[in-house]
């Protein structure tokens, strides 16, 4: 018998897999049941047009809402994503227009976002300051950023060539979610399958034991971060791309839709668990909701109000499967 019971931590990732795909089929049950009831009240939800309007509409949160899933599982949350995208477009975009070409401007703004993400994470992890504190902080400070870079101003016009990357499609996709698509598998390895994931899920776990364990945490922290300044930046071009325009109040509000799709998907606040695959379906689940409210005139402060009573009940599940863990 002790063989037998042995034999089980030899394979350790198998019951945290088990544990998040049960967490993940109960997100995909949530999304299929929203899908159902507005199938039902909404004539034509269903069309192919109006779904890859859906996917299209999510694909920018969900590219935020993956960067906020592996900084939560760190313990940590990032406010800052949205003016982090906001300073990263009209950089980019003032570069466009001034005649650069676009892959400098791209990888300008990607590196705005790994240094406004930088900042966040030395702030955490070496300076010791609470992360909601530091990312409050610098959510103010990175709009003001951007409101003085562009004088409050938009950035108009920018080139035909840029906008085509965003505003493409491939096998009837657009560009957009394919993209998005990709970054989520990539998460999905980082979090699965290399030393980052796990010394991600120690950190937010338990961090003592993470430090006695030889975790790097100030490095964990940091990386996780920057990924989320990445993101954050990545999405910001999606959006100026699809606009053609990048306004320095872009991203207004896009923390707490991230934070939504992450809890919504499984992750936990208190940190420590999280998954990739709940976060895309919890950000499906956003957009489809707030796509089938639009298509039925329903005020936007009700999709609000559905917004935060979602996220109450995925706290509450949390809270529950928590308590039986």
Excluded: H
Excluded at 32 to 52: C, D, K, Q, S, T
């Amino acid at each position: 018998m002790s063989d037998l019971s042995q034999a089980v931590p030899a394979r350790p990732g198998a019951a945290i897999l088990q544990r998040f795909s049960m967490r993940d089929a109960g997100t995909l049950i949530g999304l299929l049941v929203i899908l159902a009831v507005f199938g039902a009240l909404v004539p034509g939800f269903f069309a192919e047009r109006n779904l890859i309007n859906i996917l299209q509409q999510s694909s920018i949160n969900a590219c935020l809402a993956l960067g906020m899933t592996l900084v939560i599982i760190s313990g940590g949350i990032d406010l800052s994503v949205g003016p982090t995208a906001a300073l990263s477009a009209v950089i980019s975009a003032s570069m466009l227009i001034a005649g650069v070409p676009f892959p400098l401007a791209i990888a300008a703004g990607f590196a705005i976002g790994l240094l406004c993400g930088l900042v966040n994470g030395v702030l955490v992890a070496y300076v010791g300051l609470q992360p909601f504190i530091v990312t409050l902080g610098t959510l103010s400070t990175y709009r003001a950023l951007a409101l003085i870079y562009t004088g409050g101003n938009p950035v108009l016009g920018l080139p035909a060539s840029f906008r085509a990357i965003f505003n493409g499609s491939l096998f009837g996709l657009p560009l957009a979610v394919i993209i998005v698509a990709c970054v989520a598998v990539i998460a999905w390895i980082m979090l699965k399958k290399t030393p980052f994931g796990e010394y991600l899920l120690a950190v937010g776990g338990n961090e003592e034991a993470a430090y006695i364990a030889g975790v790097p945490i100030a490095r964990t922290k940091i990386a996780a971060y920057m990924i989320s300044g990445l993101l954050a930046a990545l999405a910001a071009q999606i959006l100026i791309g699809r606009l053609g325009a990048a306004e320095p109040i872009l991203g207004n509000l896009w923390e707490l839709d991230a934070i939504a799709a992450a809890a919504i998907g499984g992750a936990s606040l208190m940190g420590g668990k999280g998954s990739i695959v709940g976060t895309i379906l919890g950000a499906v689940i956003l957009g489809a909701m707030r796509n089938g409210l639009t298509l039925m005139n329903v005020q936007s402060f009700y999709q609000l109000l559905a917004t935060g009573l979602i996220i109450l009940a995925a706290m509450l599940i949390d809270r529950v499967t928590r308590g039986r863990g």
